[in-house]
């Protein structure tokens, strides 16, 4: 029996038998050809363009159906970048033109300038689309070469797909009436492939670097995507025990249903929110149906990576006014763009960055480009006249910062103020802590700032510098790190002393074994994902505040993450036998 350890990115678990996906990337060979052969060049790339994006089309009508609109707008993407008149085609044509060489090879080089452009960026909004452009290319120049994909859907019934990696259209295209999960050697958290793979509901393990290897000599297979673990081979006692986990897991999960119209209360009384995280207009109805109070955070970056052309103040009114409406009179808190090392910084600048996840990002891209920024805050202070809207700062790490920020923010009140436009004067304007200086100085920026929201993302990997992306350094990236927890308590202090709300809305916030962990540290307000919401809610109702501060006080006495990890595993498993509380949950 081998066991392998990686990202669980879709929750669930499958047992069955191993489907390798042997899937090699389309190649291209640069051969020259002759001035006269250039517009025959031109012509087959144009070809192979137009046949991509038609079958694009018929997966996006594919991925609407069977994963929902939100996810199945990754192919929309795709196909946006396939009618880039200016910065594909053109880069493409001038290509074979000038240096003379044959369609495949000028498309395959320029889809990998795109796709090292995209990873350089290091913020996983972004390194998600280098996997987008590489299926892209794989897609284009596939047609050029002839080298054609394998197809999932030869699967077999009762499978489980083992892969080096899936595109998302791979991913899109699974069959839920075969496949039972897939496990590959790369990827991460936040991938598309991720996102689709939650989407289908099938288990889904990413990241584990040595599954094809594995698979090689194995018959059969879990997948356990609640644990992040993929086992070969399993013996009979881990398949009774799995056996007997998958009956609970169904039961817990079909008690969830009822709990969206209860209070998240604990047991001894004590309220805490909970808020729900989205990215597109349309989830805020989501996290009302899950039973969420609001949502804490918005992520309203995808405004611009959904266009080549940055959005009017009117495609940003309307996406916060249909969030806000979607809501029905519950608080929306709207972070302004956390842009990072992307196309409107890298392609702009006279000279790109050495490493712009620590330079050029955030609320700093924001100060370069002001006129941007004002337009995101012109359409926040209107939309907050219809209804409860907060504003936050990303990534603050001094409270000049802070206080510049806020500087905009009046100079637009004042601009709105005479031309006669409605907003609330009395917006809350709060900031993100995701770095260890802002978490330091908490205790300053309590006095001004009006809430707090910690992105314990950022705030892991800037404390224990590891790219939550990098699959070498993703098992390092852990919120129980006694500094990152550390970190966690002098915020949740700070705000307390000056009566200013904290939220935690990264993702170690929807695992219930994390949360009780936060509570016990005073936390009172969690925004997660809207799936999270029940599970949550579930574990609050199930366990009384005192317990939560017996835990948290316990937790701060470890010194190393793993034993952190295990005993808020052991002390979840307590307050909910079934042994589902989040991430770590299984047999």
Same mark, same amino acid.
């Given at each position: ?19 390798? @996906?042997? +899937? ?28 991509? %994006?038609? &079958?694009?089309?018929?997966? /996006?009508?594919?991925? !609407? ?9 990754? /192919? ?21 033109? =000038? ?15 795109? +796709? ?6 290091? =913020? ?15 897609? *284009? ?23 080096? $990696?899936?595109?998302?259209? !791979?991913?899109?295209?699974? $069959? ?18 991720? %996102? ?8 889904? *393990? ?6 094809? !290897? ?33 009956? !609970? ?18 047991? $001894?009384? *004590?309220?805490? =929110? ?8 349309? &989830? ?17 970056? /995808? ?14 009114? =309307?996406?916060?006014?249909?969030? @806000? ?10 972070? #302004? ?6 196309? +409107? ?7 790109? &960055? ?10 700093? +891209? ?8 004002? #337009?995101? @805050? ?39 103020? &005479? ?65 990152? %927890? ?27 074994? /994390? ?29 009384? @505040? ?42």
């Amino acid at each position: 029996m081998d066991v392998l350890e990686g990202i669980p990115v879709s929750p669930g678990v499958a047992i069955g038998r191993i489907a390798v @996906l042997d +899937y090699s990337r389309a190649k291209a060979r640069r051969k020259p050809i002759a001035p006269g052969q250039v517009e025959h060049e031109i012509a087959r790339f144009e070809k192979a363009r137009i046949e991509s %994006i038609e &079958e694009l089309n018929r997966v /996006f009508k594919t991925a !609407q159906a069977h994963v929902g609109d939100d996810p199945a707008k990754i /192919f929309l993407f795709h196909i946006g970048v396939l009618q880039d008149k200016r910065n594909l085609v053109q880069a493409v044509h001038d290509r074979i033109r =000038e240096q003379l060489i044959g369609a495949d090879a000028a498309a395959a080089e320029v889809f990998q300038t795109w +796709y090292d452009r995209f990873m350089s960026m290091k =913020e996983s909004s972004f390194t998600t689309k280098a996997d987008d452009i590489r299926d892209l290319s794989d897609r *284009v120049v596939g047609r050029l070469t002839g080298q054609r994909r394998q197809s999932v859907a030869q699967v077999a019934e009762g499978s489980l797909v083992i892969a080096r $990696d899936l595109t998302p259209s !791979q991913t899109v295209a699974l $069959d839920r009436g075969k496949v039972l999960g897939f496990a590959t050697d790369l990827g991460g958290r936040t991938s598309h492939t991720a %996102i689709v793979a939650k989407a289908l509901g099938i288990p889904a *393990v990413v990241g584990c670097r040595w599954t094809t !290897q594995t698979a090689a000599g194995a018959q059969s297979v879990i997948i356990d995507g609640d644990r992040g673990r993929v086992i070969f081979d399993p013996d009979q006692i881990t398949l009774d025990d799995y056996a007997r986990y998958e009956e !609970q897991r169904r039961t817990f999960h079909l008690s969830l249903d009822e709990l969206a119209g209860l209070e998240a209360r604990t047991s $001894d009384g *004590v309220p805490i =929110e909970l808020l729900g995280n989205i990215e597109f207009p349309d &989830e805020a109805s989501d996290v009302v149906r899950a039973g969420g109070q609001g949502v804490g955070l918005y992520r309203t970056e /995808f405004l611009y990576l959904t266009s080549d052309t940055e959005p009017t103040e009117t495609d940003h009114f =309307e996406a916060y006014r249909a969030a @806000l409406a979607g809501l029905e009179g519950r608080p929306l808190t709207i972070r #302004t763009v956390d842009l990072g090392a992307d196309k +409107y910084t890298q392609e702009r600048a006279e000279t790109p &960055e050495r490493n712009p996840f620590l330079g050029n990002r955030s609320i700093r +891209y924001c100060f370069k480009s002001p006129a941007m920024f004002r #337009t995101q @805050l012109r359409a926040i202070l209107r939309v907050s006249a219809l209804g409860p809207v907060k504003m936050m700062f990303p990534l603050i790490t001094s409270l000049g910062e802070f206080r510049q920020a806020r500087l905009y923010v009046r100079e637009v009140m004042e601009d709105l103020a &005479e031309e006669g436009v409605a907003y609330d004067a009395g917006l809350a304007i709060g900031m993100m802590v995701e770095v260890p200086s802002a978490a330091v100085m908490a205790d300053v920026f309590a006095r001004e700032a009006d809430f707090f929201s910690i992105g314990t993302n950022d705030l892991v990997q800037y404390t224990l510098a590891v790219d939550r992306t990098n699959e070498q350094v993703a098992p390092m990236f852990d919120p129980a790190h006694p500094a990152v %927890i550390r970190l966690i308590r002098e915020v949740i202090k700070a705000g307390r002393r000056q009566s200013r709300p904290v939220s935690v809305c990264g993702e170690s916030a929807a695992d219930p074994e /994390f949360a009780l962990l936060l509570m016990g540290l005073g936390l009172r307000t969690l925004s997660v994902t809207s799936s999270a919401i029940p599970t949550l809610k579930r574990m609050i109702r199930a366990v009384s @505040l005192t317990e939560c501060e017996r835990i948290a006080k316990k937790a701060l006495v470890f010194d190393s993450p793993g034993q952190v990890s295990a005993f808020l595993r052991d002390r979840a498993r307590k307050i909910v036998p079934e042994g589902l509380a989040g991430r770590s949950g299984g047999p």
